[in-house]
């Protein structure tokens, strides 16, 4: 059987808010580590039938670029769920919602510019 590796280092403030984010893994192509504004990570606990969550973003992500990041990680989770489930009619509402996220943030930050 083969392991992969994945290493999420978080550097915090003295007030424990993240300055940086990096990771690496194992399989990668990259032989360094990685770095990243933000990161979510999710785990299923099928014992308590929750999901168990890791959110993280730097004092320098913008809120542009986590409008961006949200939209993208909907659009991919929404991939996710059509390769696992083959349910079209749930990928598409899943896609059009995100869109629709998508386009509300952006009205919102014309608005307050």
Not at 37 to 55: G, N, P, Y
Not at 72 to 89: G, H, K, V
Request: hydrophobic share 40%; proline share 2%; with cysteine.
């Amino acid at each position: 059987m083969q392991k992969s590796t994945i290493t999420i280092d978080v550097i915090l403030d003295p007030n424990k808010i993240p300055e940086q984010i990096s990771w690496q893994a194992t399989d990668s192509t990259a032989n360094m580590q990685q770095k990243a504004k933000a990161m979510c990570l999710a785990f299923w606990d099928s014992a308590d039938k929750s999901a168990l969550r890791i959110d993280l973003w730097t004092k320098d992500m913008m809120v542009d670029e986590m409008g961006d990041f949200y939209y993208q990680m909907l659009m991919t989770m929404a991939d996710s769920f059509q390769r696992a489930t083959q349910n079209e009619q749930l990928t598409k509402e899943m896609k059009d919602f995100a869109k629709h996220f998508f386009n509300s943030f952006r009205e919102d930050m014309i608005k307050q510019q």
